[in-house]
């Protein structure tokens, strides 16, 4: 079976997450630089099945947009022209970021391992991927 493929874009570094072939359980699968998210991507499913992209879309607690929204609409276009048959779904990512901290806080996560910005990113994408999952 394919896999979902969560992605928490982000201006700098973007975080991913998967699913198992039977897309039962998240996992955190990498943090990738923006600018080299198209070809890791490409690279990803050439190898991988993929079923669905799950875009993070972030906005504020009022609806509106935040500094990276329109950057992930222009992604979300990128996707849904390059790999028209992936299906494309945008997920509310609000709190995720917070979500993640905590998980690393309370999962005894050391301080310096906790400043790897990388490790905020893909955790937030496998929140955000295993809530949809439990939806």
């Known amino acids: 079976m394919p896999r979902i493929?969560?992605?928490d874009y982000g201006k700098k570094r973007t975080?991913?997450?998967?699913?198992d072939p039977m897309q039962i359980i998240a996992t955190a699968l990498d943090t990738v630089d923006t600018s080299g998210l198209k070809d890791h991507l490409g690279k990803l499913i050439q190898n991988e099945a993929i079923e669905k992209f799950l875009l993070g879309y972030p906005t504020r607690t009022d609806g509106s947009d935040t500094h990276v929204t329109q950057d992930v609409r222009n992604f979300a276009s990128y996707l849904e022209k390059t790999y028209p048959e992936i299906k494309l779904e945008l997920w509310d990512e609000r709190f995720t970021s917070r979500m993640a901290m905590q998980a690393m806080l309370d999962g005894g996560m050391s301080k310096k391992k906790r400043r790897q910005k990388g490790q905020l990113d893909k955790l937030s994408a496998t929140?955000?991927?295993?809530?949809?999952?439990g939806q």
């Not at 975080?15 to 699913?19: D, H």
């Not at 929140?127 to 999952?133: A, F, K, P, S």
């Open 15 to 19: 975080g991913l997450a998967w699913t």
């Open 5 to 7: 493929l969560a992605i």
């Open 127 to 133: 929140i955000m991927l295993q809530e949809y999952l």
